[in-house]
């Protein structure tokens, strides 16, 4: 038996005494959907804040950050900065002249310029900005696209390059 089309009218009969109409994925979520609850995205977090899991988006200028717990995708668009996290499932750094310090991640792209990261174990990093230094104790797998870039791991990843001037150590 199933309920989901007695929710989708309940939905609608609530809808009809208030002034907002439920959306269509709304109307036909259903109840496991409607339960399930994903950590909400930290923007622009305070310093010692806790990712729990979630993202974290960090979009102003001059930031120093120190971030506990488990973090989801980090984005970095803003420049000038530095954050300090445990461990994360990707980080992307868009914005310019950034320190990253980080002990495990999944995934990292730099798309940034003059960036510096200083990793412990990194999954697929991606090379796309220009002038970029990466030290790392283990990257899975490297990928240049930018030019004069810089990464000193202590193993020998996979290379593809597709810039100029990159450097693996």
């Known amino acids: 038996m199933s309920l989901r089309p007695w929710s989708a009218a309940a939905m609608l009969v609530l809808a ?8 269509a994925a709304q109307a036909n979520a259903s109840p496991a959907s409607a339960n399930a609850a994903s950590p909400a995205a930290l923007t622009d977090p305070a310093s010692g804040a806790q990712c729990a899991g979630s993202d974290v988006r960090i979009t102003r200028d001059g930031f120093s950050l120190v971030l506990d717990g488990d973090c989801g995708e980090v984005v970095i668009t803003g420049s000038h900065g530095s954050v300090n996290l445990s461990r994360a499932a990707s980080i992307r750094v868009e914005g310019n002249h950034v320190t990253v310090l980080n002990e495990e991640v999944g995934k990292v792209e730099v798309a940034g310029d003059d960036n510096i990261l200083n990793m412990t174990v990194v999954g697929p990093l991606a090379i796309l900005g220009d002038r970029n230094m990466v030290l790392a104790r283990e990257i899975s797998a490297l990928r240049f696209e930018g030019r004069d870039n810089t990464v000193n ?4 990843p996979a290379l593809e ?6 450097r693996l150590l």
């Open 161 to 166: 390059d597709s810039g100029t001037g990159n």
């Open 16 to 23: 009809a005494c208030g002034d907002v109409a439920p959306t």
């Open 153 to 156: 791991p202590d193993n020998t």
